[in-house]
């Protein structure tokens, strides 16, 4: 599994594509919309990530990094925030490796 994270519009799919030689098939794109949806389902997002884990082992994951800048005010939106912080750092300690794409430049984070 590979964990490519970033800011919105930051070029993580065209990274992806460009230097994995990855095609949409193996492409996860918007983790963090995924984690939304789970939570507005009532399920536990770290729980349903845990499940996904070993079909997700040959995928290449985009996550976008939601957890900079300003805190939200609602407290849902906080929990939701705090999920796909929760979520990506399992995710990270999972993948073989982690990219951290900023302006379409990639930056290896771990490779093992």
Do not use: N
């Not at 996860?28 to 729980?47: N, Q, S």
């Amino acid at each position: 599994m590979v964990l490519i994270i970033g800011g919105a519009y930051q070029g993580k799919r065209e990274w992806a594509i460009g230097e994995l030689a990855c095609d949409e098939a193996r492409l996860i794109g918007h983790v963090e919309r995924i984690i939304r949806e789970w939570i507005d389902g009532g399920k536990d997002p770290l729980a349903e990530v845990e499940k996904r884990v070993p079909e997700w082992e040959d995928k290449v994951l985009l996550l976008e990094d939601i957890c900079r800048g300003v805190v939200p005010m609602s407290a849902a939106d906080r929990a939701y925030r705090e999920a796909v912080g929760r979520c990506g750092a399992y995710l990270a300690k999972r993948s073989r490796k982690v990219v951290r794409v900023f302006c379409g430049i990639g930056t290896v984070i771990k490779d093992a």
